[in-house]
C-alpha cells in the first residue's frame, strides 16, 4: 500500500471507531437492570471476536509458512498473533472493569474467563519463543509449528475448562437469548470497526517485520563484505 | 524402513543410554516425591480434603516433572551433534519424535506408577479397587503430557533460556491435560469411584490431536 493508500484507510478506519463509539453510547438502548456500564459489552464482546480472527490469521499463516518457506507468510503469522494478543488484552481489560460493579468481583474463576486468560498466556509464550530464537529461519519454523499447536489447543482448552466450570453470562448471540434489534445493529458495527483496526494494526506490524528482514539481509551482506 | 520399526529402533537406543546412567529417571522420581512432601506443608491433609486436592497436587508434580525430565531429550543430542547423525540415517524424520516420545512416555509413566503407592500411603488414599482404570487415567494422561512436550523440547532446544522456556510453552497448551486428568483421578478415588466419561473423552481427544499435529508437521522441528 502507497503512502496516500495508508492515509486513506487509517482515516476510515478512525471514522469507523468513532462512529462505533457514539452508536455503543448514545444510539443503543440502555440496559434495563445493569444500565450504563452494560455499554462496554460492545467493545468487550467484539474485541474478543476479532482476536479470534487474528489468532485464525496467525495459524493459517503458520501452515502457509511451514508449505511455503515464503518469509511473508512468517510476518503474517507474527503480525496476526501479536495483534490477536492486544485484543485479548482489552477483553481482559475490559471485563473486570464491567464485572466490578454487575458481580461485585472484579474476577472469577468461571469457564469463559479462564479459557481467554490460558489463551492470552499461550499466545504471549508464542510471542516470547519468537523472541529467543536468534536465527531467523528457525524462529520462523518453530514459531509456526507452536503457533499451529497453540491454534490446535484452543478448542481443547475452551472445552475442558468449560466442563469444568461455568458461571458467565450464557452468550446471549444465537443461543435464542432475547438482545435488542438495535443492540445488535450496534454490536455489528462495533465488530466491522474492530476488524477494520484489526487489519490496519496487522498491516504495519507486517511492513515492520518486512523492514526487520530486509535490516536482517543488509547486515548479514554488509559483514560478508568486510 | 517403516515408521514404526525406526521408532521402535530409536527407542531402544534411548532406553539404553539412560539405562546406563539412569539420571533421568533418579532425578524425576526424587523431584516429585519431594513436591508430594512439600504440598504437606502448604496445606493440613485431613482425609476428606487430601481426597478432593491430592489428585489435583499429584498430576501438577508429575506436570512440572516433565517439564523438567522432557528438557534433554533433545538438549542432550546436542553435545555431541548427535542429531546430524540419526537425521542422516534412512529413517522418516518424524520416527525420531516419535521414538523420542515412546521413550518420554514410559519415562514418565514409570516415575508416576512408582509415585503412586507412596502418594497412596501418605494421604490415605484406596487405589486398588479402581487400580485398572487409574492406569487408564495415567497412560492417556501422560501420553498427552509426553507427546507436546517432546515437540516442544525439540522447540526450546533451539532457543535462548531453553529451561525457562520449556515450561513456558508446554504448561498453558496442557491445562485441557492436567484438567482432565485431575478430574478423572478425584473421581476415581472418591467415595463413590466413577470415572467421568467426559474427562477420558477430553484426553483421548488431546492425544489424538497432539498426535496427529506431531505426525504431520513434527519433521520440519528436525531440519538443519
Known sequence: MNSRGNWASTLAVAALIGAAGYAALFLAPAERTMGLIQRIFYFHVPSAWTGFVAFFISFAASIAYLLRRRPKWDWLAVAGAEVG???????????????????????????????TFVLWILYLSYLILRSLVADPERRAVTSAVFGIFAFLDVPLVYFSIWWWRTQHPQPVIGRGGYLDARMYAVLFVCWAALLGVMALLIHHRYQLEALRYEVDEMSIEADRRS | MGLARAAAIILSKELRAEFRTRELLNTTVVFVLMVIVLFSFTFDPTSAESRRFGPGLLWLAFLFAGSLMLQPSFTREQANDTLAALRLAPIPPVAILFGKILTNFIFLLFAELLLLPVFAVFYGLHILPVL???????????????????????????????????????????????IASAESTVGLLGDEPALPQVWTVLLVASDIVFLTATWLIGEYLLEE
Not at chain 1, 472493569?97 to 454487575?102: D, Q, R, S, T
Not at chain 2, 516442544?152 to 498453558?172: D, G, K, V, W, Y
Open chain 1, 85 to 115: 494478543v492486544a485484543f485479548f488484552t482489552c477483553v481482559l481489560v475490559t471485563g473486570p472493569i464491567w464485572a466490578k460493579p454487575v458481580w461485585g468481583i472484579w474476577w472469577t474463576w468461571d469457564a469463559r474467563l479462564t479459557s
Open chain 2, 132 to 178: 485398572g482404570r487409574l492406569l487408564l487415567v495415567f497412560a492417556l494422561g501422560t501420553l498427552g503430557i509426553t507427546t507436546a512436550g517432546t515437540v516442544f523440547s525439540a522447540i526450546s532446544s533451539q532457543a535462548r533460556m531453553r529451561e525457562l522456556l520449556l515450561p513456558l510453552l508446554l504448561l498453558p497448551a496442557l491445562t485441557p491435560v492436567l
